[in-house]
């Protein structure tokens, strides 16, 4: 079973930074392409950025220029670098996995998920 942990939110200013993390486990990390998503609350948990096994991303028009996802397959970890972030930012974030080669913007599509880590943009 993939169990999939994520670290690194918390409170930041807006125009600050961080840097999610995701922790993947149980399976082959570089058989799995991985997204991050985020629900704000009363929101519908939307795409974020996606990143395939041999690097290849995709981010959200909303987030663009401002997050980069990326991934270290020697650690099975992927990462989501916010920085300018805006208080529409503030969510819950999601770590999600996905057994195939190409990125989805379908949260449907995510085969597994992690618990969420919380972000809160504000001065």
């Known amino acids: 079973q993939v169990q999939l942990i994520e670290s690194g939110g918390g409170l930041v200013q807006p125009g600050g930074s961080l840097r999610l993390s995701c922790t993947f486990s149980?399976?082959?990390?570089?058989?799995?392409?991985m997204g991050w998503f985020r629900q704000a609350p009363g929101k519908e948990r939307e795409f974020v950025a996606g990143i395939s096994w041999n690097t290849n991303t995709r981010h959200a028009d909303s987030v663009k220029g401002r997050f980069t996802i990326s991934r270290d397959n020697a650690k099975s970890t992927v990462y989501l670098q916010m920085n300018n972030l805006k208080p529409e930012d503030a969510a819950v974030y999601y770590c999600?996995?996905?057994?195939?080669?190409?990125?989805?913007?379908?949260?449907?599509?995510?085969?597994?998920w992690g618990q969420g880590t919380h972000v809160t943009v504000s001065a």
């Open positions: 999600a996995a996905r057994l195939l080669v190409s990125i989805s913007t379908v949260k449907s599509e995510y085969h597994y």
């Open positions: 149980g399976f082959t990390f570089t058989s799995y392409t």
